[in-house]
């Protein structure tokens, strides 16, 4: 569902020419969990930005559902990302003061769904990422990190996207929240099926997934798969 081909990415400013990205190629198919990981500058998030249809590839193919993305307009990448990924970040992003139930919602006001409608779904979204019904009332400001994480995670889910992309969502965390959000992702993945590329400079997170793409200097160097993924043990 997802290939690259070739992809480079260079950034000018100026005079000065940096290649970020060096001739990325791989496939990542429905339904798997995959870790792109690498050292700090290493073009993790710039990868996932043109896996995000936020950006563009200098050269290079980028195919999503069969579609080749990197010849599209603006308003066909728009239209992607809002009805076929979620995003997650490291920074949860959430509207402050706005309730739980609200944040979730809010990919369903732009795309126009009725109150009614919106309600429900962000609600089966907030089940499908283990937050529990008592916090849905709460201001998205009155929650713990890992708490907060989960909501983001719901409102990348409320689409029904075919992909979610995760950069460093652990990022903010500590080790025992950061595994609570972990197993959030492997229930997705596990339970609904779903795709998700979780970015990461940190192997103990990156095996939380099923494969482990490692990406340095712009270039892959190796592609791990089946990996015996880790099972994260928690209760609240
Ligand atoms: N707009 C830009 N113009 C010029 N260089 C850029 C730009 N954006 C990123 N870079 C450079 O590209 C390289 C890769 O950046 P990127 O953000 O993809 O790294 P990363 O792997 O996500 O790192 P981190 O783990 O710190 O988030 C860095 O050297 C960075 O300085
Ligand atoms: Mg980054």
């Known amino acids: 569902?997802?290939?690259?081909?070739?992809?480079?990415?260079?950034?000018?400013?100026?005079?000065?020419?940096?290649?970020?990205?060096?001739?990325?190629?791989?496939?990542?198919?429905?339904?798997e969990f995959v870790a792109i990981m690498g050292p700090s500058g290493s073009g993790k998030s710039t990868l996932m930005h043109i896996l995000g249809a936020?950006?563009?590839?200098?050269?290079?193919?980028?195919?999503?559902?069969?579609?080749?993305?990197?010849?599209?307009?603006?308003?066909?990448?728009?239209d992607i990302r809002r009805d076929k990924i979620g995003f997650v970040f490291q920074s949860y992003n959430l509207l402050p003061r706005t309730t739980v139930l609200r944040n979730v919602e809010l990919p369903l006001m732009y795309a126009g769904v009725p109150a009614k409608e919106r309600e429900e779904r962000a609600r089966a979204s907030l089940i499908s990422a283990g937050l529990s019904e008592d916090r849905w009332k709460h201001l998205s400001n009155q929650l713990s990190g890992g708490q907060m994480q989960r909501v983001a995670i719901a409102r990348a889910?409320?689409?029904?996207?075919?992909?979610?992309?995760?950069?460093?969502?652990?990022?903010?965390?500590?080790?025992?929240t950061g595994e609570i959000v972990l197993d959030t992702f492997q229930?997705?993945?596990?339970?609904?099926?779903?795709?998700?590329?979780?970015?990461?400079?940190?192997?103990?997170?990156?095996?939380?997934?099923?494969?482990?793409?490692?990406?340095?200097?712009?270039?892959?160097?190796?592609?791990?798969?089946?990996?015996?993924?880790?099972?994260?043990n928690y209760s609240e």
């Open 1 to 31: 569902m997802i290939e690259c081909k070739n992809i480079t990415k260079v950034y000018k400013n100026g005079n000065t020419e940096t290649i970020v990205l060096k001739g990325i190629s791989f496939k990542i198919n429905d339904g």
């Open 54 to 78: 936020l950006d563009s590839p200098t050269k290079g193919e980028y195919f999503f559902n069969n579609k080749d993305v990197s010849s599209m307009t603006d308003n066909d990448l728009a």
């Open 157 to 176: 889910l409320v689409n029904n996207p075919s992909v979610i992309l995760a950069d460093e969502p652990t990022g903010n965390l500590d080790t025992k």
């Open 187 to 232: 229930r997705l993945n596990k339970e609904y099926s779903r795709t998700i590329v979780l970015i990461t400079h940190e192997r103990y997170v990156a095996e939380h997934a099923n494969r482990i793409i490692h990406i340095l200097d712009g270039e892959i160097i190796e592609d791990e798969k089946n990996i015996k993924s880790r099972v994260v």
